[in-house]
């Protein structure tokens, strides 16, 4: 017998989406500091609290970095706590960011993705949360408004059972403040499907504990008589369980199509890759475009197929093998840059790649910084660029190539 679901279609934009799915994920502690364009989606939240439709504690800190500090501190006593920023508010977290992995705490952060200065610049691309790819937390890449309500409240589900934070990230205003349809679940089905936290840390005066004390590089006796981690064990499991979560993940996506008919069982998204010769690479809301490039090539008799990065943090090396086993180019389209290296993206390609039977070219090239408009037709053109390059001798260019003026 067919299940039946409830929809709610809502015109809405991504803000809206991040604010509504953190509600009905029951969130109990937001705390979050305003900075364009994440502001909307706290605001939101804020709204929901004061109109009682959010049974939550909304704290207003001074600063990102208490933001995190509260979050961390709400985790630890038991709550399942939510923020979202942007940009030099995610860099101002950095500290905390490492804190919160470290302490092994499952709070959800929405990264409304923008540009880092100087100069300044209020527009899109990813160099804020790339610039954390190393502090410990899974990371998300959305690429329309629906998968930005359907994966925080997936987060929760991941991060709850592998102890390790989530960031939910999306392109700021091209998602943000841009109005899609998005099917609103029905509550009682989020909860069925996201039952309340159980916390693995708690803080009660009745059973003192400490949390997070300064830890040696060697194991040593606890105050209990017990051999305690080192600082490098405490490391090692923090990466062990980042390693071991795409199993979390795909289940997650999996349960998750089940209850609302919605299929999140992937680490990322593929377009006509079966038969492709090229790949084109890219994440967030550019791999939609990069959609429709793809078809625009297909109809001049280039096999091209798409993989839309979904999953981050952690890198889906064997899933990526795999996708692009048939490819003989690759062309990986990044909105952020390593400074004197290349592209994040296509560097975790070539990592995937390095040492296996695939001996595909790889073209990178460098779009969309602050905001920049990247059309279809360009990533038509940089694609006949990377194809027509297969003529040269170096297979793989020590740098990236720009789409841009200069």
């Known amino acids: 017998m067919a299940i039946q679901r409830k929809s709610n279609m809502l015109i809405i934009d991504g803000n809206q989406a991040a604010a509504i799915a953190a509600k009905m994920s029951r969130i109990q502690v937001v705390a979050a500091y305003p900075i364009t364009p994440q502001t909307p989606l706290t605001e939101q939240l804020s709204q929901f609290v004061e109109q009682g439709e959010l049974k939550a504690e909304y704290v207003a800190v001074e600063s990102e970095h208490s933001a995190m500090a509260v979050c961390t501190s709400a985790s630890i006593v038991g709550a399942r706590a939510f923020t979202a920023t942007s940009s030099h508010g995610l860099a101002y977290m950095h500290e905390m960011l490492h804190w919160a992995a470290g302490a092994r705490l499952p709070i959800v952060l929405a ?140 289940q997650a996506g999996r349960e998750f199509n089940s209850v609302f008919g919605r299929n999140y069982e992937n680490m990322f998204w593929e377009d006509r890759n079966d038969d492709a010769e090229i790949t084109i690479v890219a994440m967030g809301s550019l791999a939609m475009e990069a959609i429709v490039a793809a078809d625009m090539l297909r109809e001049e008799g280039i096999k091209v197929g798409v993989l839309g990065l979904r999953v981050f943090r952690p890198f889906p090396k064997s899933d990526v093998v795999q996708a692009l086993r048939k490819s003989k180019l690759i062309v990986v389209f990044d909105k952020n840059i390593s400074y004197g290296s290349e592209g994040a993206t296509c560097s975790e390609i070539k990592s995937a790649l390095y040492g296996t039977y695939i001996n595909a070219s790889i073209r990178n090239f460098i779009v969309g910084l602050g905001g920049r408009d990247i059309k279809a037709r360009e990533l038509v053109e940089a694609t006949k660029k990377a194809i027509a390059s297969l003529k040269e001798t170096v297979i793989n260019p020590d740098y990236p190539e720009w789409i841009c003026q200069i």
């Open 111 to 250: 990264c409304v993705n923008r540009a880092i200065g100087a100069p300044w610049n209020v527009l899109n691309d990813q160099q804020d949360s790339i610039s954390q790819r190393d502090t410990g937390w899974i990371q998300i890449y959305c690429r329309n408004n629906q998968e930005i309500m359907d994966t925080i409240i997936q987060a929760y589900r991941i991060a709850e059972q592998v102890h390790v934070p989530v960031m939910v990230c999306y392109d700021g205003y091209i998602l943000s403040h841009t109005e899609m349809p998005v099917d609103v679940p029905d509550q009682a089905d989020v909860d069925r499907y996201l039952p309340p936290y159980k916390p693995h840390t708690s803080l009660d005066p009745a059973d003192p504990k400490n949390y997070n004390l300064v830890t040696l590089a060697n194991p040593r006796i606890g105050v209990d008589g017990k051999l305690c981690h080192g600082y490098m064990e405490l490391r090692y499991l923090l990466q062990e369980a980042l390693q071991n979560s795409r199993e979390t993940i795909l």
